[in-house]
């Protein structure tokens, strides 16, 4: 079983960065279901989700969902879209801006060229399922997302590796809210689906969560 734990090494920018074959082989492209559960800490910029486990999940494309960006997409990050309040860091957050490049951000955006929101950190919530420099492909590529009562859902469909002609790539990320996840708390996951066309050489890939900035302990959580 791949674990997500909290790393208090002071190697986080090694420990943080994978390569998209590394992804592959230990993902096998298949669907991919993790979750990350609050356990309250008290001090705030302090991660407070905990890696719980991961398993295959069928992979369920977004319907109804709102698009924010679709075809020929290259480093753009969507206006602000207000959210119930969204716990992270333990402060509430009610705003979430979605990069093009595979990840999210809470309260602020990330620069649109940002490929790697996780190693340093941006002083805002990140929560990057496939950080990495992406783009869209044709008319069928796009990143969007549904809200309701259940959570926050948000997807990027048919994108690729800047310049790998012949990719395509589609995952999630999922804000469960903790009367729908069976655990009594909130919930991330992320959810990959078709990989198609995969190409090499390999390249960095960021997947996992944090808050603040700098390599404080305590403040990110990634998968091993």
């Given at each position: 079983m791949l674990r997500l734990r909290n790393l208090l090494e002071s190697s986080i920018v090694l420990n943080l960065h994978y390569t998209f074959m590394q992804i592959i082989d230990k993902y096998s492209a298949v669907a991919c279901f993790l979750v990350i559960l609050c356990d309250l800490p008290l001090s705030a910029q302090i991660l407070d989700y905990n890696y719980i486990f991961q398993s295959t999940d069928t992979w369920t494309e977004l319907s109804g969902d709102q698009v924010v960006f679709s075809g020929a997409f290259?480093?753009?990050?969507?206006a602000a879209i207000t959210t119930l309040p969204v716990t992270m860091g333990v402060e509430p957050h009610t705003s979430l801006y979605i990069s093009t490049n595979g990840f999210m951000t809470l309260s602020a955006a990330a620069a649109p060229n940002n490929y790697d929101p996780l190693s340093q950190g941006i002083s805002v919530?990140?929560?990057?399922?496939?950080?990495?420099?992406l783009e869209g492909i044709d008319a069928t590529s796009k990143v969007s997302y549904t809200i309701d009562f259940q959570g926050i859902r948000v997807q990027w469909k048919n994108v690729r590796r800047v310049?790998?002609?012949?990719?395509s790539l589609s995952f999630q990320a999922r804000i469960i809210n903790q009367v729908y996840?069976?655990?009594?708390?909130?919930?991330?996951?992320?959810?990959?689906?078709?990989f198609q066309g995969v190409a090499v050489p390999s390249t960095s890939v960021h997947v996992g969560i944090r808050v603040g900035t700098g390599d404080t302990a305590g403040t990110y959580s990634t998968r091993s």
């Open positions: 290259d480093d753009d990050v969507s919530p990140v929560i990057a399922p496939f950080a990495t420099n310049g790998y002609v012949g990719e996840t069976g655990f009594g708390f909130g919930s991330i996951s992320f959810i990959y689906g078709p």
